[in-house]
């Protein structure tokens, strides 16, 4: 039955216009002698989910805030379905933002709380539309409470709907599910794609956490340092990351410095302290001298014996076990090579325990190929 399902499946307040086109143009951000955007380039096509990763620091929030028109660039252009809004006031640009706080004043019910921006522009159909933003978010029942007396979900939801009723061509979210508990989030998250799916408006979501971004967006922006280290749809992110700080930001990997000795038939042949891995020339960042090979942990699988195959294959003594519940993570010390980590789905059995000596291999599919000057640890999280 419809008032039943909690998912968010319904939209009786569609924006007028749909989402837009937004482009950055060389954008830079300077404060005194701290440079926070650097030269950065972004094109977002219309109805786009994107997200803005990263760590704390790495300019993804002030980038957000220059949308918004809450900073002015230093240098650069931001376009808005091809208008030049560089120099106008947030207030006159088509956009709307939801922040981590919601910022909902207090003395006020749901209601007034999601037509106060209507009624600043004096729309005679404000409590109208507002009660029909409620309804896109599934709260018109408690559109004459306080927002004390909601949940932080519900909060979250007035905040989205006071931004959606005002029609945006884009919207701004700027860590909004950051203080909500776990449970809370992950349905938050599905709640949010579903929305934006529906109204059909460029969203542009700012976070540091890598399952939020990877779970919402079309698209995803990794930012380190004021630059996109690489964009793209998180699947693509993942699989194949091109930098070390991409590889480890977004979840864990394995990473290995060697020497490219040969190619056949589209594979490079490297060798890593002896042993001989296998990379596909089309996952190389490059195909000559000293690379990283990178190989995703849940790729690799462990064994008490070799398996013979010759490449990709190293043996080490179990140093740590984790039991996380769905899986079991091994850490495992390679002589030469360093620490390996694997990720084995739990089915009740019990490969190896610390102290043991195990064989770990991986097929040449799964490995990945970064520049050989980069550092390993760029992007690992303390």
């Known amino acids: 039955m419809p008032g039943n399902d909690p998912v968010l499946n319904t939209a009786p307040v569609l924006p007028e216009t749909s989402g837009a086109h937004l482009q950055l143009r060389s954008i830079t ?88 921006g209507l009624k600043r522009t004096k729309d005679p159909q404000a409590m109208a539309k507002a009660q029909a933003g409620l309804e896109m978010v599934q709260l018109q029942q408690l559109a004459s409470r306080k927002p004390a007396q909601l949940s932080g979900g519900q909060q979250q939801r007035v905040a989205l709907a006071r931004a959606l009723v005002n029609r945006p061509r884009v919207l701004l979210l700027d860590e909004p599910l950051g203080a909500l508990d776990m449970k809370l989030r992950r349905q938050m998250q599905f709640e949010l794609k579903t929305i934006q799916t529906e109204v059909g408006l460029t969203f542009i979501h700012v976070t540091h956490d890598q399952e939020e971004a990877m779970t919402m967006a079309d698209v995803v922006a990794v930012m380190n340092e004021g630059r996109i280290e690489q964009l793209g749809g998180p699947r693509e992110l993942y699989e194949l990351p091109r930098t070390a700080f991409v590889a480890n930001f977004l979840g864990k990997s ?129």
Not at 258 to 265: I, L, M, N, S, T
Not at 300 to 306: E, G
Not at 362 to 367: A, C, F, K, R
Request: hydrophobic fraction near 40%; charged fraction near 20%; proline fraction near 5%.
């Open 254 to 382: 394995n990473l290995m410095r060697g020497q490219v000795r040969g190619k056949q038939d589209a594979v490079l042949e490297v060798d890593v302290d002896g042993h001989r891995v296998l990379l596909p020339a089309d996952r190389a960042v490059q195909h000559s001298g000293q690379v990283v090979v990178g190989v995703r942990p849940e790729k690799i699988s462990i064994a008490r014996a070799a398996s013979g195959a010759g490449f990709n294959e190293f043996s080490g003594i179990v140093v740590d076990v984790s039991f996380t519940g769905t899986t079991t993570e091994y850490l495992v010390d390679v002589p030469g090579v360093g620490r390996l980590g694997t990720f084995t789905q739990n089915r009740g059995q019990q490969p190896a325990a610390v102290g043991d000596t195990v064989f770990l291999s991986w097929d040449t599919e799964y490995s990945f190929g970064l520049a050989g000057d980069e550092r390993m640890d760029a992007g690992v999280q303390s």
């Open 29 to 116: 951000k300077r404060f005194a002698e701290f440079t926070a955007v650097q030269e950065l380039d972004l094109l977002i096509e219309p109805g786009t989910f994107f997200a803005l990763l990263g760590p704390s620091g790495c300019g993804k929030s002030t980038t957000l805030r220059m949308i918004a028109g809450l900073e002015a660039p230093s240098s650069g252009q931001i376009l808005i379905g091809g208008a030049d809004v560089t120099a106008l006031p947030s207030h006159k640009r088509p956009v709307n933002t939801v922040f981590q706080s919601y910022a909902l004043f207090p003395h006020l019910s749901v209601l007034e709380n999601v037509a106060f």
